[in-house]
């Protein structure tokens, strides 16, 4: 037989207190002291009491759960910067519903659907596209979204990014700086704006410098894919062979620098210097030492949080941000160095 279930007036007799303060005890955000809280905490345990969070949702019309659509969990940068942002969101008091979309780009359609589904009271995406038809199903049903290293032209959707333009620039501007002439790019998945700004800010810089792109190949933001790449890049006679290349993700400069290493013999940075973007882990070990641009995801989860509480809590005033953060060079060993790095301003 199942036991009779504890309720909250059970739990208000036994701690001394009125059952809204049982209430206010388990409502994140919520008034009550400490002696009150310790109280209350102290009878439920004994009586083992749990809140219905569901019921409490119905009558208050949030269910303080948001919902989190990944994608592309291979890069180093996902999980690691996903843990964050979900101890961020339950330090604020929500929790957190992780979706997984099928393709590593592209719609994710169905699955917000879903999202809708269980009563959220947001949506984070990262590393995946949104339509513009369903962002505004979303706004509709006032449900904020935010995109989480992605930057979608939606009106009413706010996105927080690494300032990947920037980036892009000064990856072109180290290299040049380092006496190479012939300059290539492997770009990731053609329809992500990280990869598009990335690759536009790399070749803004290169043009301003001289230059122009000598090679490029698509990784598609995969390890297979991208060793084939760079394989049939490199895999030419010495003269015809890039000096540089720029990986638009740290996750496909790793496939890069062992292909070169150890399926065509070549060594980095003597033969290519390679630089990539994100300052994943992996890229200060030793077996890769990789000069990158650093995405700094405490600042970008603190401003994704930041923006979707806003939008929860006064919707009425609350307008879509658009936030890019800076981005540092970060040098290592996998680039020649310029002699005179950093550039000297005045």
């Not at 269980?118 to 369903?134: E, F, N, P, R």
């Amino acid at each position: 037989m199942m036991a009779e279930k504890v309720t909250s007036l059970q739990v208000a007799e036994r701690a001394g207190v009125s059952q809204s303060a049982v209430s206010r005890v388990f409502t994140p955000g919520a008034s009550v002291s400490q002696k009150t809280v310790d109280k209350v905490r102290k009878a439920a345990e004994e009586l083992g009491y749990r809140p219905n969070v569901l019921a409490r949702a119905m009558v208050s019309g949030k269910s303080r759960i948001i919902g989190l659509v990944v994608a592309y969990l291979d890069n180093y940068f996902y999980p690691e910067t996903l843990e964050i942002l979900s101890n961020a969101l339950q330090e604020k008091g929500y929790h957190v519903l992780v979706f997984m979309a099928s393709q590593t780009a592209g719609p994710i359609d169905d699955v917000v659907q879903e999202i809708l589904d269980y009563q959220v009271d947001g949506i984070v995406t990262a590393s995946v596209a949104m339509s513009s038809k369903l962002s505004q199903k979303c706004i509709q049903a006032n449900v904020p979204v935010v995109h989480f290293n992605r930057f979608e032209k939606t009106q009413g959707v706010s996105s927080v990014t690494s300032d990947n333009f920037a980036g892009g620039r000064e990856l072109a501007q180290f290299l040049v700086a380092g006496g190479h002439k012939k300059i290539a790019y492997i770009a990731g998945w053609e329809g992500a704006s990280t990869q598009r700004d990335r690759e536009a800010g790399f070749r803004a810089g290169l043009e301003e410098l001289g230059q122009s792109l000598f090679a490029r190949g698509c990784g598609e933001f995969d390890t297979d894919h991208t060793r084939a790449t760079a394989h049939a890049m490199f895999n030419v006679p010495a003269n015809e062979r890039p000096d540089a290349v720029f990986v638009a993700n740290d996750h496909m400069a790793f496939a890069v620098m062992d292909e070169l290493r150890f399926g065509l013999d070549l060594k980095i940075p003597e033969d290519v210097s390679v630089v990539g973007f994100d300052d994943v882990p992996p890229a200060a070990w030793r077996a890769y030492d990789l000069t990158t641009m650093r995405q700094r995801a405490n600042l970008m989860v603190a401003e994704t949080v930041d923006a979707l509480l806003a939008h929860i809590e006064d919707p009425a005033s609350a307008a879509p941000r658009q936030v890019s953060i800076t981005a540092p060079l970060i040098v290592r060993g996998s680039a020649r160095v310029p002699a005179n790095w950093p550039p000297q301003e005045g």
